[in-house]
């Protein structure tokens, strides 16, 4: 049922461009999101204490702060966004300044 379910996954992805390019993308760019994830999460911690009128050091909960709801909507999103944004920040500059 898995191996099914992962190849009608593969072909709906395939009928739709941009989606396949991002997880293309996503695939092939893992590296920096499984290191920099858990800090990523910090930023909706942080956004979620703003919002909420919180003490600050309640950022330090580890992994993240809010559970249930919808919050791990957003935790998915920061956690590849941030990742893959900081990444493409370092390749630029590393190709401004060389790689030494």
């Known amino acids: 049922a898995g191996w099914l379910l992962l190849y009608e ?3 709906f992805l395939q009928k739709v461009p ?3 390019k991002a997880v293309s993308y ?3 760019n893992t590296l920096p999101i499984v290191i920099l994830h858990l800090l990523a999460f910090k930023i909706v911690s942080f956004a979620g204490v703003l919002v909420n009128g919180q ?4 950022v330090a909960a580890f992994p993240v702060l809010y ?3 919808f919050w791990w ?3 998915t999103a920061v956690g ?3 990742p893959l944004l900081l990444d493409k920040v370092m390749r630029y500059v590393r190709g401004l300044y060389g790689s030494h």
Do not use: D
């Open 80 to 82: 590849i966004a941030v």
């Open 26 to 28: 996503i695939g092939a």
């Open 67 to 69: 559970r249930g709801g």
């Open 73 to 75: 909507i957003a935790y």
């Open 9 to 11: 996954g593969a072909g």
């Open 18 to 20: 941009v989606l396949c």
């Open 55 to 58: 003490e600050r050091c309640l």
